[in-house]
């Protein structure tokens, strides 16, 4: 078994089983949270598409086990479900156990990052992927300070 695939499976088992536990019983959500995960999914994985068929972005055979949709490998794919399964099942089992004490942040923390990220994709304008992924995280920080 190849590297990325055995990520997933390590990514995925303890928050799937723990899904069925009697407190929390995140597999309740499955629908909504099915619903989010492609909602997400789709553009990163156009964005994927595209990036890998200019060659911006690419996966090593070694890493790999082969099987591709599109021009993507299976893992790659899966990455985009198993990943934001996990950390939504980790931000609600959080969520749960920490909801009556709430978490206040400063919204000026949201400008530093940003302009942090603003900062780095300018230093990595010549990484074409390296620089859309900050400059789209820039913008992330900004409306999030504008709209939080």
């Known amino acids: 078994m190849k590297t990325y695939f055995i990520i997933l499976i ?6 799937f089983i723990f899904s069925f536990e009697k407190q929390i019983y995140f597999i309740k959500n499955i629908k909504s949270v099915s ?6 999914a789709l553009p990163y994985l156009i964005w994927d598409e595209i990036f890998t068929l200019r060659k911006v972005w690419g996966f090593s055979d070694n890493r790999i ?7 993507l490998p299976v893992e790659e794919i899966l990455f985009f479900v198993v990943v ?3 950390l939504i099942f980790i931000y ?3 969520n749960f156990y920490l909801q009556d004490k709430p978490v206040h942040t400063d919204r000026k923390i949201f400008l530093v990052i940003a302009f942090l ?3 780095l994709s300018i230093l990595f304008n010549a990484r074409t992927y390296t620089f859309v992924q900050f400059l789209l995280t820039f913008l992330f920080f900004i409306s999030a300070y504008f709209f939080n």
Do not use: C, H, R
Request: aromatic share 18%; net charge positive.
């Open 35 to 40: 619903k989010a995960i492609i909602f997400v």
């Open 117 to 119: 990220f603003l900062i």
């Open 92 to 94: 609600e089992v959080i």
């Open 10 to 15: 390590a990514s995925f088992i303890i928050p």
């Open 84 to 86: 934001p399964y996990a």
């Open 65 to 71: 086990v082969g099987l591709k949709i599109f021009n």
